[in-house]
């Protein structure tokens, strides 16, 4: 007895500890737990330390009462398998006993003193239909299952969990298993982190260890250093993804706090991460491990400088709104951006082969772009072309070079004008009559376009 008062008593420090923490770091982000407490007839049974029931309420009302002094923190509980018989087999027998509130110690104790396990595990039922009990309101939602066994009915409790996470329901949860049976594991270790515990006071500081996970403040910051090794680069988003399901946790926009360095994100440290940091083109950090109420801080070389892509003199709008030019990085086919034509970009800092979308197309390689800096590329402006028909026509448009002719438009055939931007040069026009019967009635014209100018043709 002097043993489980002494844990009382660290449990209270620990908890206190992060309250401390907590009210210091002002906040009006809100943490909402939900216990989903399992109170079916095998809760009843003894294990090491005591009966498995009897640990469990003692256990969840003192960690209740010592959240009840965390102004930001939020608590309630679902209870499952506690009103209907184990012979009924209900598998609907969940109920939301204590909404999620503060200042609910008192309620969970009440309400855990007066249920008697007597009934069967609806598991995935009481999962899906936790996602409504944390309501709408912002926060960090999470979710810890207290549980003896795997689910009696029909489920698939890692669609539950995941359906949970995709809707950012919960961030992750926690399972707190007591003596679960080996066999029962990958049914259950799904669904999020499962600690299988195997006497009362393991579960009791495996459960204290998840509820100071959810309330703890992780904080992590994100250098984009620029060419000189310095963290300037800002004003980008960020991702975190879950590295185990792929989804993504939270985004940031890069800022620069008042004293000009990279401000503090805190998140939850539950997850391995992948950071995708969306400059042109992006950055990732895997693998990113956060410790509890630890400050990190990763370094990304993110030096980046601009890229004014224009036209030189002026061409009408209708013929250049949709000129674009095609980004690679030097010696790749993989496309890293498509920019309009008279914008200007931010791109890391290298050496980029342009491919402009003319016609015809347009080749500029070894385009090197500087930290701050803006790198000009100009292209001749192209000259309109307008075709009037006063029939259909099969045809296209070629252009000559050392190996030969080269097709760079084909002719719609029913649309009686035809307008068309081309880069300055000679071209050849080649058609036929759609009624025509023979090859002779094809016309084989040659056109010059001047950079700027206008040209119409008639067929």
Partial sequence: MKRISQYIILIGTMLLTVVQTTV???????????????????????????????????TISQIADSLNKMPDVEIGMRVFGHMYHEPDKNCRDSKLEVAIDSNNAAKIRYKLEQIKPKGITPLVYSIEKSATDFGSKPGKNFLIVVTDGEDACEGDPCAAALALQQNNV????????????PRSFDNIQCIGKLTNTGSSEEFKSTLTAAVMDAISKTTIQINLNDANGK?????????????????????????????????????????????????????????????RNKHVVFNVDAAQGYLNFKLQGTVSKAGTEKLKCIMHKQ????????????????????????????????RVKGVKVDQSKTTDVEIPAPGILTINKTFE????????????????????????????????????IVYRSKLARTVHT??????????????????
């Fill in 24 to 58: 210091a770091q002002t906040t009006t982000t809100k943490t909402r737990i939900l216990f989903l407490v399992d109170a079916s007839l095998s809760m009843k049974n003894q294990w090491q330390g005591g009966n498995k029931w009897n640990t469990a309420v003692n």
């Fill in 331 to 362: 010696g790749s086919m993989d496309v890293v951006n498509v920019q309009r034509v008279n914008t200007t970009e931010k791109y890391l800092t290298g050496t980029y082969d342009l491919e402009v979308l003319t016609l015809p197309r347009l």
């Fill in 393 to 428: 026509a099969y045809g296209a448009i070629f252009v000559e070079d050392k190996d030969g002719m080269s097709k760079i438009y084909d002719l719609k055939l029913k649309d009686k004008q035809e307008t068309i931007a081309l880069q300055p040069g000679k071209y050849r």
């Fill in 170 to 181: 919960v961030l992750k949860p926690f399972i707190i298993g007591m003596a679960i049976q």
């Fill in 442 to 459: 094809t016309v084989d014209k040659e056109f010059e376009v001047a950079s700027g100018g206008a040209i119409s043709l008639k067929l």
């Fill in 231 to 291: 963290p300037t680069e800002s004003n980008v988003n960020m991702t975190f993804y879950d590295m185990e399901s792929g989804l993504a946790k939270y985004n940031f926009y890069h800022t620069l706090n008042a004293r000009g360095l990279p401000d503090t994100l805190t998140i939850s440290p539950l997850f391995k991460y992948r950071v995708q940091i969306h400059t042109i083109p992006p950055v990732y950090i895997n693998d990113v491990q956060l410790v």
